[in-house]
């Protein structure tokens, strides 16, 4: 338990360095020709109290500094990196189970290269990771290029971060923006998105109650307790002991998978095209088990090694191996809801949230059998299984094919596919929550269902859940005709998408920095830049909740220039640009890219989403507005800046 509760204080340290945009280690690097050999020097200086872990790491630990060529003309490595000053300290890291190396203060590595060809060309980066005894910075990289052209001992390149034409309108203003104070709302979200993740586990915890796989367990496991012992306190120890256990076991589980792909990487599978539709598959198979099509499940010797255990030990590791026993059984009902659980929770770009989600999952998957041991006459109150059980699996089937769609057209609007605009989404959704309806009442059967006929009598909650269902199915249908639909804004594709709408139509928007400001200037009107993401929540709930309002709508098509950026488009730009920030090198390879450069370096910030009102030279109006649904604090935000520009 301590080391999970270790693990969990070095990810939020991690968690908290992100946030902060902390830049402990800055890197340079010298070239020295001698004769035929060309040796390029990295030097890494540390900030006091940080450590750069070292280029030796076992599996399983931090990100361990690495070098990386990706380009290599003209010239050939001799061996590898060489440590050449400084010393790696060593000591064992109890967060991690293992001894690790570091550096501090400063560290230098050569690199030997054998010249071929007088014209030579190198190019990669420097992956490293540091931390501090309260935060630790997630991956990063230190991009590099050295050609011939380069002198023969310098400092890291100099590049133009930005065309001096367009300089004044990119021109940093985080110093101006600071001066107006706070911005508006939460800026990261990030305490309403842990509440989300654990309340979402929580349910998911609840659903997964309900399921065959787990219900008719809940009174065996607890009469088991109770009849193990004459001790009436032990017996209520060991109900909590087991509770706890399925609580360690599902947390190590979300643990797991922040340590398998790594802070760097759930921030990025937000919109990664292929992550995203794997996931999709992946609920579609989910879907596909709850109707009945085929089980998932475990190798059935792993069950039988666990009860062996089990039954071979005594006190607490025997009620641990018990609740493993109950996480591999009722896996063909429970996988799928955990699989979708962790699926939302990884693509959400936070470390903690697998865990956090997997916590509330098995805070409420224990509570029964902590509180059924507690209060033993409420076993007799519950409801016995039957076929319901097997409809709450059809049901949880629809909604898996639902959110299965979520994860398709993020990948969709990520790279400009034009595959599920908003129209087509929502008439998927209009058929699945349509059908779901019809299921509930009776008229679609599936091959597992007890009666494999119609029922003429439906109970008074299939017949209210049916009513909600099928009043869902019919609230979206206005949506196909450009009509908001603000319950389901964080779900589906962006009004942009809508092909057909009537009514009043959309106001204007620039997708490009430099062309809504000289579009501003023409018209001579303030700027509203929307800093966004095609799979930011947030941004969809604030378009749908506080856009649609017609004063907001108003004044921003009588009164601004709208210019949206997407940080997360995927789309290449016409040719990769090299930039400086924070003393490196870095590319932008896509649009995304740059836009999301522009808002760290020109307004210091780098969450979405992000409105920020400025003049026609680029300088900032008001203060910062971010994640807030208050209608009325948006119109005074937008208000201020329209005085502030024509004064």
Not at 194 to 221: D, E, H, Q, R, S
Not at 431 to 459: C, K
Not at 526 to 547: H, I, Q, T
Request: net charge negative; aromatic share 12%.
């Amino acid at each position: 338990m301590k080391k999970v509760q270790l693990s969990l204080a070095l990810l939020l340290c991690t968690l908290v360095g992100w946030a902060q945009m902390v830049e402990p280690v800055k890197w340079s690097h010298k070239v020295t020709v001698e004769g035929q050999n060309l040796v390029v020097t990295f030097t890494a200086s540390i900030n006091n109290g940080y450590h750069l872990y070292s280029t030796k790491i076992p599996d399983g630990g931090p990100q361990k500094t690495e070098f990386v060529f990706e380009t290599l003309e003209g010239a050939t490595m001799v061996g590898q990196p060489q440590l050449t000053d400084g010393q790696e300290l060593r000591h064992m890291d109890e967060n991690f189970g293992m001894e690790l190396g570091y550096y501090e203060h400063s560290v230098s590595f050569t690199q030997t290269f054998q010249l071929t060809d007088e014209a030579y060309k190198m190019e990669g980066y420097v992956l490293f990771m540091s931390c501090n005894d309260e935060q630790c910075t997630p991956p990063t990289r230190y991009e590099f290029s050295i050609a011939n052209t380069e002198s023969v001992s310098t400092d890291c390149q100099t590049v133009t971060a930005i065309p001096a034409t367009k300089g004044s309108i990119w021109a940093p203003v985080v110093d101006e923006l600071q001066a107006f104070g706070a911005s508006d709302g939460d800026l990261s979200g990030e305490a309403h998105s842990w509440w989300y993740i654990l309340i979402a586990g929580f349910l998911a915890g609840l659903i997964a109650l309900v399921t065959p796989c787990v219900w008719p367990m809940i009174p065996m496991t607890v009469s088991f307790f109770l009849k193990r012992t004459k001790d009436r306190r032990k017996s209520i120890r060991d109900a909590y002991t087991y509770g706890i256990a399925i609580i360690i076991i599902y947390v190590g589980l979300g643990l797991i998978v922040t340590a398998l792909f790594g802070a760097s990487a759930l921030n990025s599978l937000a919109t990664n095209a292929v992550f995203n539709i794997i996931f999709f598959l992946l609920l579609v198979l989910f879907a596909c088990s709850f109707f009945g099509a085929f089980e998932l499940v475990l190798p059935a010797s792993w069950t039988t090694k666990l009860d062996a255990k089990a039954d071979a030990t005594t006190g607490l590791i025997s009620i641990f191996f018990m609740a493993f026993t109950l996480c591999l059984v009722s896996f063909s009902c429970t996988g799928p809801i955990i699989g979708t659980l962790l699926v939302e929770a990884a693509t959400s770009g936070s470390m903690l949230y697998p865990a956090i989600g997997m916590f509330g999952f098995a805070l409420a998957l224990s509570l029964p059998f902590t509180l059924f041991a507690l209060f033993p006459s409420m076993l007799k109150s519950m409801p016995k299984s039957g076929g319901w059980l097997n409809m709450v699996k059809v049901v949880l089937g629809f909604c898996e094919l639902a959110l299965a769609l979520k994860f398709l057209s993020v990948a969709d609007l990520a790279y400009g596919w034009g595959l599920l605009d908003r129209e087509t989404f929502l008439c998927l959704w209009i058929v699945i929550f349509f059908f779901l309806g019809l299921y509930l009442l009776g008229f679609i059967r599936l091959p597992h269902d007890d009666d494999p006929q119609p029922s003429d009598r439906v109970s008074v909650t299939r017949l209210m859940l049916a009513l909600v269902s099928i009043a869902f199915a019919l609230y979206m249908v206005p949506g196909l005709w450009g009509a908001p639909c603000k319950a389901i804004s964080a779900f589906a594709p962006p009004m942009s998408t809508q092909d057909f709408k009537l009514g009043e139509q959309s106001v204007t928007t620039y997708h490009d920095y430099e062309e809504g400001m000289e579009a501003a200037r023409r018209a001579g009107k303030p700027v509203l830049v929307d800093f966004s993401g095609y799979g930011c929540v947030n941004c969809r709930k604030m378009e749908a909740a506080v856009w649609t309002a017609t004063e907001v709508k108003q004044i921003i098509e009588r009164d601004y220039i709208l210019i949206e950026l997407m940080v997360d488009d995927k789309t290449p730009l016409p040719e990769v640009q090299e930039v400086e920030e924070n003393g490196r090198t870095i590319k932008l390879r896509t649009i995304g890219d740059k836009w999301s450069y522009l808002q760290r370096v020109k307004f210091g910030a780098n969450a979405q989403p992000f409105y920020v009102l400025l003049d026609n030279d680029g300088h900032p109006l008001n203060r910062s507005y971010s994640y807030n649904e208050d209608v009325k604090a948006y119109v005074d935000f937008l208000q201020a800046g329209v005085k502030a520009y024509k004064k």
